[in-house]
């Protein structure tokens, strides 16, 4: 699959190893390639977020990450969801961090060697690059970009994906920035 992948979209995926490696979890998840994408500059990724304002509010993204990675990955919606049944998640987040420390419930492991050296990829990261040669196949494109990762970030639920639209970054937006539509468009 990753013969396929632009030089782009292959620079997205080690700078997602790098960052999961930084953040010391066990393995690469989808939030990890949304992190790489806010690195990237001078790619299609990097135009289109660019395009919907989300260059300048790179930071209040990562701070939603990280938000969601003390929430043990819950969502705002999980944890809205949640609050629906009397679940206070800030509550149970302060209590554990309180005994175990800031950070506790995000699941990383910076105490835990690595005997392969290698990080391995999580099924959210997985399903991200699935979805990427998906969207790219659907568009008769010939490669896998880093907007079709982008695209992918945006269709699949979960937290990285409730962050970009939150930010006003959707599938829809990031095609009509791509592919025309709209004011923009990627060259």
């Known amino acids: 699959m ?13 700078g997602a190893v790098e960052h999961a490696e930084g953040a010391g979890t066990g393995s690469v998840d989808a939030e990890h390639l949304l992190l790489a994408l806010l690195d990237r500059e001078a790619s299609r990724a990097s135009f289109a977020l660019a395009a919907l304002g989300l260059a300048e509010r790179g ?8 938000e969601a990675r003390r929430r043990a990955g819950l969502s705002q919606a999980d944890a809205e969801a949640l609050a629906g049944l009397g679940i ?4 149970i987040v302060a209590r554990v961090e309180e005994v175990h420390g800031v950070g506790a419930m995000s699941g990383d492991r910076k105490d835990k060697g690595w005997w392969s050296g290698r990080r391995s990829f999580g099924r959210g990261a997985k399903e991200i690059l699935e979805k990427a040669l998906r969207i790219a196949v659907a568009r008769r494109d010939r490669h896998v970009g880093d907007e079709h990762i982008l695209l992918a970030l945006t269709v699949r639920p979960g937290v990285p994906g409730e962050v970009l639209a939150d930010h006003g970054v959707t599938y829809e937006s990031v095609v009509r920035v791509l592919y025309g539509g709209g004011e923009a468009k990627a060259g």
């Open 2 to 14: 990753f013969e396929r992948f632009t030089k782009d979209a292959r620079a997205v995926v080690m």
């Open 59 to 66: 930071d209040a993204v990562r701070e939603a990450l990280g």
């Open 88 to 91: 206070d998640v800030s509550e």
